[in-house]
């Protein structure tokens, strides 16, 4: 028997159908003034490691407004995993996703591998990833609320990434119609069928879930993936007609989409915002090495009333 996520019932959020003043109060701020290009949401910083008050107010204020920041460091290929390990604990970030293919350190390093398990997972080989939330498979209990990524090494060519802040999708969708939202808020709009282990049990769970989902804080999940191998979705005109609707905003050339290449000593701080990944091609020098940290906790001192006037 599957296992329906849970949904929180919070009193008054933007994000509910039934706070249309609210929504709107709270729509007009997020788009006044909001990054119209990769450039606004970079930050020069110098090392990580020792992040600066105001390098750190720089990012917050990023992640405030787009939930994301980009930072560039002078690390270069420094492979030191306390790079990305101290920038997630200067945002609040504890409680690290280590899951079963990640490093000792809870870092995932997201590397072409030609042997071993991993190579058969799509994140360590070179091919194109789509656009996704991370931790879209795992549990009600265990979502992914924040997505941090460093550049140890970029690739010889290739590899770029397009970012989207899921709470712009969720505007582009709510103002095609409010129906669309009301579909990918139920329980089962997008299930991940279980993960069987080469010996016939099972390693992970069939999970059930929305795409959109409201946080006891007010703020907005999302949990999505727009592969359509190895996941089912709600079978009814109007889930299929919203999540048509989001794949022709992602596949389109939306001014809220950004798209770039991250160098060596650079990095992403967000709150697990919708991206992709390019195809790439590695040679003898330049072997793309990033680390990736997902976290269950939130950036610090972004939610809704940290943000907002509402």
């Given at each position: 028997?599957?296992?329906?996520?849970?949904?929180?019932?919070?009193?008054?959020?933007?994000?509910?159908?039934?706070?249309?003043?609210?929504?709107?109060?709270?729509?007009?701020?997020?788009?006044?003034?909001?990054?119209?290009?990769?450039?606004?949401?970079?930050?020069?910083?110098?090392?990580?490691?020792?992040?600066?008050?105001?390098?750190?107010?720089?990012?917050?204020?990023?992640?405030?407004?787009?939930?994301?920041?980009?930072?560039?460091?002078?690390?270069?290929?420094?492979?030191?995993?306390?790079?990305?390990?101290?920038?997630?604990?200067?945002?609040?970030?504890?409680?690290?996703?280590?899951?079963?293919?990640?490093?000792?350190?809870?870092?995932?390093?997201?590397?072409?591998?030609?042997?071993?398990?991993?190579?058969?997972?799509?994140?360590?080989?070179?091919?194109?990833?789509?656009?996704?939330?991370?931790?879209?498979?795992?549990?009600?209990?265990?979502?992914?609320?924040?997505?941090?990524?460093?550049?140890?090494?970029?690739?010889?060519?290739?590899?770029?990434?397009?970012?989207?802040?899921?709470?712009?999708?969720?505007?582009?969708?709510?103002?095609?119609?409010?129906?669309?939202?009301r579909a990918l808020m139920a329980p089962a709009a997008m299930t991940i069928p279980a993960r069987i282990d080469e010996g016939g049990t099972v390693a992970r769970a069939e999970e059930p879930g929305p795409v959109f989902s409201i946080m006891p804080s007010g703020d907005l999940h999302m949990r999505y993936t727009i592969r359509v191998n190895n996941v089912m979705w709600a079978d009814d005109a109007l889930s299929r007609e919203a999540l048509d609707y989001l794949q022709h905003i992602l596949n389109g050339d939306s001014p809220y989409i950004y798209r770039g290449r991250l160098e060596s000593g650079m990095g992403l701080v967000s709150n697990n915002v919708l991206h992709d990944r390019a195809a790439f091609s590695d040679d003898a020098v330049h072997k793309r090495h990033y680390y990736r940290a997902r976290y269950f906790d939130r950036l610090a001192g972004t939610t809704l009333a940290d943000s907002y006037a509402l």
């Open positions: 028997m599957t296992r329906p996520q849970q949904q929180t019932t919070v009193a008054a959020t933007p994000f509910s159908l039934e706070h249309e003043d609210l929504y709107q109060r709270w729509r007009d701020q997020k788009l006044k003034d909001y990054p119209q290009n990769l450039g606004d949401l970079l930050v020069e910083i110098k090392d990580p490691r020792t992040l600066t008050d105001s390098e750190h107010r720089a990012l917050l204020q990023r992640c405030r407004k787009a939930n994301m920041a980009l930072y560039a460091g002078r690390t270069g290929t420094d492979p030191d995993a306390e790079i990305p390990l101290s920038m997630g604990r200067r945002f609040g970030l504890q409680d690290l996703n280590r899951n079963w293919l990640a490093d000792e350190t809870g870092l995932t390093s997201l590397t072409v591998r030609t042997e071993g398990v991993r190579r058969n997972y799509i994140p360590y080989t070179n091919r194109a990833i789509n656009w996704h939330t991370d931790g879209y498979y795992n549990a009600a209990n265990r979502q992914i609320h924040a997505l941090n990524l460093h550049v140890v090494q970029q690739a010889a060519s290739g590899g770029e990434n397009a970012l989207m802040d899921h709470e712009i999708a969720y505007i582009l969708l709510r103002e095609k119609n409010p129906d669309y939202i």
